[in-house]
T-cell receptor
Framework: DAGITQSPRHKVTETGTPVTLRCHQT?????MYWYRQDPGHGLRLIHY???????DKGEVSDGYSVSRSKTEDFLLTLESATSSQTSVYFCAISGGQGIEAFFGQGTRLTVV | AQSVTQPDIHITVSEGASLELRCNYS??????LFWYVQSPGQGLQLLLK??????LVQGIKGFEAEFKRSQSSFNLRKPSVHWSDAAEYFC???????????????FGPGTSLSVIP
């Protein structure tokens, strides 16, 4: 299995608070992604990174920011959590063009 | 815009029966195509992928998929389903980003498979 670790695995937070999710990889892959999974929507791309300090927005980036200061770590921050951000968040990594993505185990976030 | 559709939200089959899950994509060039499976409470596991060449690709767990360019489809098949195949199945397409020279992966909404013993 690809070396991807997401933390925390579960989190409950209050509306309006900032939240940071961490994705750590040991594969030295260039590309890292954050997806959210919601019933009926599949996985939707939030942000992705194509190198250290190189990031770009996905299709549902509003309310989220990311940072990548090291190859192995990709952080997702909810600047001010809302109930609509209750979801399961998956981190993925990929080695490059056309190569499949490997997924972490997911983080279940509940915003109350 | 690129998109992936999976027309069947939920499918129920009997154990031992054959299975076909449908996937259609919208993309202007030849895409990279994937099928992933997700068991309850788990992450996603790659079943198979198509990049080029033979349009019939074999994957793990006895699955295969056929790429049909004329129909923009990449349907997943299995000749005999096992109870352990009950899961969520996602079709995905790799799309080219000119800005970053990189492929993003766009997922369909998923098909939930139930297997009757």
């Amino acid at each position: 299995d690809a070396g991807i670790t997401q933390s925390p695995r579960h989190k409950v937070t209050e509306t309006g608070t900032p939240v940071t999710l961490r994705c750590h990889q040991t594969e030295n892959h260039r590309y890292m992604y954050w997806y959210r999974q919601d019933p009926g929507h599949g996985l939707r791309l939030i942000h992705y990174s194509y190198g250290v300090k190189d990031t770009d927005k996905g299709e549902v980036s509003d309310g989220y920011s990311v940072s990548r200061s090291k190859t192995e770590d990709f952080l997702l921050t909810l600047e001010s959590a809302t109930s609509s951000q209750t979801s399961v968040y998956f981190c993925a990594i990929s080695g490059g063009q056309g190569i499949e993505a490997f997924f972490g185990q997911g983080t279940r976030l509940t915003v109350v | 815009a690129q998109s992936v559709t999976q027309p069947d939200i939920h499918i129920t089959v009997s154990e031992g029966a054959s299975l076909e899950l449908r996937c259609n994509y919208s993309y202007g060039a030849t895409p990279y195509l994937f099928w992933y499976v997700q068991s309850p409470g788990q992450g996603l596991q790659l079943l198979l992928k198509y990049f080029s060449g033979d349009t019939l690709v074999q994957g793990i767990k006895g699955f295969e998929a056929e790429f049909k360019r004329s129909q923009s489809s990449f349907n997943l098949r299995k000749p005999s389903v096992h109870w352990s195949d009950a899961a969520e199945y996602f079709c995905a397409v790799g799309v080219w980003s000119m800005k970053t020279s990189y492929d993003k992966v766009i997922f369909g909404p998923g098909t939930s498979l139930s297997v009757i013993p």
